[in-house]
């Protein structure tokens, strides 16, 4: 299933991908709704019990995928047809989508994807709880080009962080107070193996904007797991407190979650169709 009018998806991919089956041999229907009929197509593709169902859209679109088929569902071959492309990134590499399904189809093998289960919710590769979710929203009107609305929605943001910590508890270990909690999946670490059995868990301990610009410039010219406000380790479990309703953003997409979260580990969330591991290449 296409999504044409997704980031990187032009009018001619359906065809694409059309062609690119028919040449390994594989029998298949290729759908492009409208995005209105996106969610209606998506069901009623699943519905029909495909051995594989391909997703060329968005990080929503392919973690709806991931909800709705589940562990004995359809294996999924999320490509990267959207702005981040979390997931795709994380199972075929930062490829264009024609690499990324030529892959799928000459090398990919049936793979359990493990995930983070969260009142309901499900994401594949991170969720990001605290104040540093509400900057979401200046992060699409840049996205689409509305400068002066996401520099508005960004001071909006400003004022509201450091107003209310977490309060959190990973695994069994003591509780701890931080700003945000940061919790990334196993095929989406880079610490972590991708059939590893936790999250990789990290409390950011930022307090005021200075912090907030010398977190941001470790990230760019090393690691940020090193900078002295992160707190990290992996956990199967974590118990999320705020006094209030917590922002937070699940593999790209914005929610609010309650005032007590729990987060756990689930280690068949979805199948993939994807390649084997660098290290057994």
Known sequence: MANVASGSVGPDAPEQIARMLDEHGVDAKVHAPAPDALMDQLKASIDAAPDLLITLAGDGTVRAAAELCGPAGPIIAPLPGGTMNMLPHAVYGAVPWPEALRAALESGEE????????????????????????FAAAREAVRERKLLLAWARAKRALRRAFTGRLRYRFDDRPPAKAEAVLLICPIASKVMRADDPALEAAALDVRGAGEVLRLGFNALISDWRADPAVEGRSCKVALIRSAHPIPAILDGETVTLPAVTKVSFDPRVCRVLAPPPRDER
């Open 111 to 134: 793979r359990d994807l493990g995930g983070g289960c969260i009142e309901g919710h499900r994401f594949l590769c991170a969720a990001i709880l605290g104040s540093p979710a509400r």
